[in-house]
């Protein structure tokens, strides 16, 4: 009786070549096998990924599989930059959606390997509470001085949140929690300000005493230091990719414009400045210039 030849494992290298050019073979074979995919959550593995859950409201994330390529694809929301993550077997885009972003239809614009495709998503509604709060009342009704102060520093902080620098080489994007405490306000409370409405809350808020340290939950580098009126004292990291992250109201800054910071690095302290009704952290994730629930890049 004939017997099968035993088949001869790859050496490393030559599955590195195999791998390369079914990656080159495969991609955007059909463009409808593509749309199937953007409907899913990128990987078998759902929401164990080591990246932020998927959650397709205003203020979450959108994980769509890109699928293999053979460099990372370069993909946009409009004119922003998209986080996109994996490797060459599998790439996923990280989307941002804008607290302001209707339920609808959504899409990005992608390139890898030569081609471009349009990858569409569907983003559900989402009830947010309201919370009213109390304040100094020059804190909402601005005098021209402190308008002008405002739209200077709005305009410099544009800047700093366009910030695109390529993605750092991290095996995962879930966050510790920067400082221990009771959240006080949740992201995307609807929130009134001495019976005025004002923006829908973009971050988490940490209740902790004036003088906790603060700890980066991912690696990072500092972008921006400054005073802000609303914000007090306030730092930017930049975690690449499109991914910032942004703490407000500090007692106590550690750190300059172009420190590198490790996932655990005491940067920062609470405090009470700017706009606030006492001492806690805001804490805000920005990607593709979109601020998200923070929560979402949390273990799930």
Not at 26 to 50: E, I, K, Y
Request: charged share 20%.
């Amino acid at each position: 009786m004939p017997t099968e030849k035993p088949s001869t494992p790859l050496f490393p290298q030559e599955r590195r070549h195999l791998l390369q050019r079914l990656a080159q073979t495969a991609l955007f074979a059909a463009a409808p096998a593509w749309a199937a995919h953007s409907h899913q959550p990128a990987g078998p593995a759902g929401d164990s990924l080591p990246w932020p859950q998927d959650s397709r409201v205003p203020g979450g994330v959108a994980r769509l599989s890109l699928g293999p390529a053979s460099t990372r694809p370069l993909a946009k929301a409009g004119e922003a930059r998209v986080l996109v993550v994996g490797d060459m077997i599998e790439w996923t885009a990280l989307v941002g959606i804008p607290l302001s972003t209707a339920p609808g239809e959504q899409h990005i614009d992608v390139k890898a390997d030569g081609r471009s495709l349009t990858l569409g998503y569907t983003v559900r509604d989402k009830r947010y509470v309201e919370q009213r709060l109390k304040v100094s009342p020059k804190t909402v009704d601005l005098s021209p001085e402190d308008n002008a102060r405002y739209e200077r520093e709005a305009a410099h902080l544009k800047t700093v949140m366009a910030t695109f620098t390529e993605p750092l080489p991290t095996g995962s994007l879930q966050m510790q929690v920067p400082v221990p405490g009771r959240r006080s306000s949740s992201f995307g409370l609807r929130r009134v300000f001495n019976g005025q409405p004002r923006n829908p809350h973009s971050g988490m808020d940490i209740a902790a005493p004036t003088g906790t340290q603060v700890k980066a939950p991912l690696p990072g580098r500092v972008i921006d230091v400054g005073d802000y009126f609303f914000n007090g004292g306030t730092v930017w990291l930049d975690h690449g990719g499109g991914l910032l992250s942004m703490y407000c109201h500090l007692s106590q800054v550690d750190c300059r414009v172009g420190d590198r910071l490790d996932t655990g690095d005491v940067f920062c302290k609470v405090g009470a400045t700017g706009r606030v009704t006492g001492p806690h952290l805001h804490w805000s994730v920005m990607l593709n210039r979109a601020m998200v629930d923070p929560a979402l890049f949390f273990s799930a």
